[in-house]
């Protein structure tokens, strides 16, 4: 139950000033009904006192009086005396405070269609809507507390919105930079991985020019022994693989570029591998040993290759 639904059936409770039997007013005489009539015009607009018997000397709120009649019933007499005349009307009108006259006994029924009310079910009705008008000032109050909860409640709301989505931003923040952070790491992982393999192919490139050496020491005076196509399987090719099967320009500027040492002088290193595949000088370390043609022209190629890199970085 709302705390307007309970003072309702609280004021229900009280007695209501009332004239109780409208038989005793039309069963006076003239005189007494324009006398009393006048008292009714005269303290129409005037506040009432505690005491019933100041506008009905009828009324005893004495229970145990034999004239008693219960709030309910009293209430139900004093609307239907207002609504038989005029007179009735304006007279519980200024004993209410209020016109009780003015309400429909009509109401929607369980298919839409009007239905009349009971004389019960009128008279709660009357009273109810009575209460509703007189305590218009509560209801209103009650409506602002209840907007200005209901106005606090959505700023809480949103003000819960707004930390949720910031503690969000902030979990989706954390993530991305832990997702960025292990990004950030496979990757120098990979670079560390593919700077070891270039390392690794290059030390091995300079243990086979080491062993290409000691080879022609001992062979190159022996006609025939390097030969032809005998003489590509011991140069160690300027490739990562170091064979004459990935003796390509593409394969030798790639191995070029990332097989030095990074703290080595590139220019100092093109320099040396310039005077190393010059073909001209290849061919002299094979002596009696003729290279043949397309073991020339791919010494030729890594020769270009290196000519043009060592020139590029001299500009």
């Known amino acids: 139950m709302s705390s307007e639904e309970a003072d309702y059936d609280k004021a229900r409770s009280s007695k209501f000033?009332?004239?109780?039997?409208?038989?005793?007013?039309?069963?006076?005489?003239?005189?007494?009904?324009?006398?009393?009539?006048?008292?009714r015009k005269k303290t129409y607009h005037e506040p009432l006192n505690d005491d019933p018997a100041a506008y009905d000397d009828s009324f005893y709120a004495d229970t145990r009086h034999p004239n008693y009649i219960d709030p309910d019933t009293a209430f139900r007499e004093s609307l239907f005396d207002a609504l038989a005349d005029d007179e009735g009307a304006a007279y519980w009108e200024g004993v209410y405070g209020q016109?009780?006259?003015?309400?429909?006994?009509?109401?929607?029924?369980?298919?839409?269609?009007?239905?009349?009310?009971?004389?019960?079910?009128y008279a709660e009705h009357v009273r109810a809507r009575m209460w509703e008008k007189s305590h218009e000032h509560l209801a209103e109050e009650r409506r602002k507390r209840q907007e200005e909860r209901k106005r606090k409640r959505q700023q809480e709301r949103e003000a819960?919105?707004?930390?949720?989505?910031?503690?969000?931003?902030?979990?989706?923040?954390e993530r991305q930079a832990f997702e960025d952070k292990i990004a950030k790491?496979?990757?120098?992982?990979?670079?560390?991985k593919v700077k070891k393999r270039w390392q690794d192919a290059w030390q091995r490139y300079l243990t086979g020019w080491e062993k290409f050496t000691e080879t022609l020491a001992t062979k190159s005076?022996?006609?025939?022994?390097?030969?032809?196509?005998?003489?590509?399987?011991?140069i160690p090719w300027p490739v990562e693989t170091g064979s004459w099967k990935n003796?390509?320009?593409?394969?030798?500027?790639?191995?070029?570029?990332?097989?030095?040492?990074?703290?080595?002088?590139?220019?100092?290193?093109?320099?040396?591998?310039?005077?190393?595949?010059?073909?001209d000088k290849m061919q002299q370390r094979f002596g009696a040993n003729k290279l043949d043609e397309e073991t020339v022209r791919t010494i030729t190629a890594a020769f270009q290759v290196i000519d043009r890199l060592y020139a590029e970085r001299r500009k």
């Open 221 to 234: 005076k022996e006609e025939g022994a390097l030969a032809g196509k005998a003489s590509r399987g011991i």
């Open 160 to 173: 819960d919105a707004r930390t949720d989505d910031s503690s969000s931003w902030r979990e989706e923040a």
């Open 247 to 279: 003796a390509t320009k593409e394969d030798f500027e790639d191995f070029l570029r990332n097989a030095p040492p990074s703290e080595s002088d590139w220019v100092s290193v093109l320099k040396t591998e310039r005077v190393r595949w010059h073909p």
């Open 185 to 192: 790491s496979l990757r120098n992982g990979e670079q560390r």
């Open 17 to 39: 000033r009332f004239k109780s039997k409208r038989s005793n007013r039309s069963a006076s005489p003239p005189k007494d009904r324009e006398r009393r009539h006048k008292r």
């Open 99 to 121: 016109p009780i006259h003015t309400y429909s006994n009509a109401r929607p029924g369980p298919q839409g269609e009007l239905e009349q009310m009971t004389e019960e079910e």
